[in-house]
């Protein structure tokens, strides 16, 4: 039912089209499911430096990250350090003054297989705080396919990103809620699983969240955490949070990003 009425709509990324450098050859949905992946692979942050145009001072200096797919990795530290702006260079919303944010792929006796590739802004899905205030749309079926091209869209491109939101919503448990309720009627909890569906669609290699938790009670915050739980068995996630009590049993790494925009790895205070 739900793969029905998605086929009638096709996705485009809903963040900003932007490659990561401007001239990488962008990935689209057709290339998507004819990648290979070989081994293991891990996000590569190297020394990545950013500091906005027509500016002298850096947010962020010389940041170094790693980590593994279908792992959960957490930033945390003070607001104003950096963290955000880390999320929104890996989302391609910005480019880096220096650096470079790639995926490498590893086999099995940790030797690198090839050279790395650059992460562009279509293999990522990212979740801002409070995603809900971005919501457009008056259903959840137009919310959830909204940008998908409406003419001339290949069949099989319209069965594959058909099958995906299916695939998506069975994930974040959206199957029991009518696709014609307004997104803005659904509970705090229930809103950002639709924002999770949302990018879960496009099948991204890599999910940023921005403070998952923030504004739930209680009950949404345990909800989503188990969500979180289930979803990092298929995905690698990278999570920004001040809630680290209760994300800390999910943690595979972290990292603390100092005042003046340093990240180093550490073991969470709790």
């Known amino acids: ?16 089209s932007h490659c990561f450098p401007a001239n990488t050859a962008r990935t689209c949905w057709s290339c998507r499911a004819a990648r290979v992946e070989a081994g293991h692979s ?59 944010i790639c995926i490498q792929k590893y086999d099995d006796t940790g030797n690198p297989i090839g050279l790395p590739e650059l992460l562009t802004s279509q293999r990522v899905g990212i979740v801002f705080q409070f995603p809900e205030r971005y919501f457009l ?3 959840v079926l137009e919310e959830v396919t909204f940008g998908w091209p409406r003419q001339k869209a290949d069949l099989l491109l319209k069965e594959q990103l058909a099958l995906n939101l299916q695939n998506a919503f069975n994930s974040v448990g959206l199957t029991t809620i009518s696709l014609d309720e307004n997104p803005q009627a659904l509970s705090g909890g229930f809103k950002r699983r639709l924002a999770l569906a949302i990018q879960l669609v496009q099948t991204p290699d890599l999910l940023l969240l921005d403070e998952p938790l923030a504004g739930l009670d209680w009950k949404a915050r345990a909800d989503v955490v188990n969500l979180l739980k289930d979803l990092k068995k298929h995905h690698t996630i990278l999570v920004v949070s001040h809630d680290l009590r209760e994300l800390y049993p999910l943690v595979d790494r972290s990292w603390r990003m100092e005042m003046g925009g340093s990240l180093k790895e550490e073991a969470l205070p709790v």
């Open 137 to 139: 749309a008056d259903t």
């Open 1 to 16: 039912m739900l793969a029905a009425a998605a086929a009638m709509a096709v996705t485009v990324p809903r963040a900003a």
């Open 42 to 100: 891990r996000l590569e942050v190297r020394k990545v430096t950013y500091r906005p145009p027509g500016t002298e001072q850096n947010l962020l200096n010389e940041i170094n990250l790693s980590l593994q797919e279908k792992s959960f990795g957490l930033i945390f530290g003070r607001s104003g350090s950096g963290k955000t702006t880390l999320l929104q260079l890996l989302a391609g919303l910005s480019e880096p003054t220096s650096g470079s």
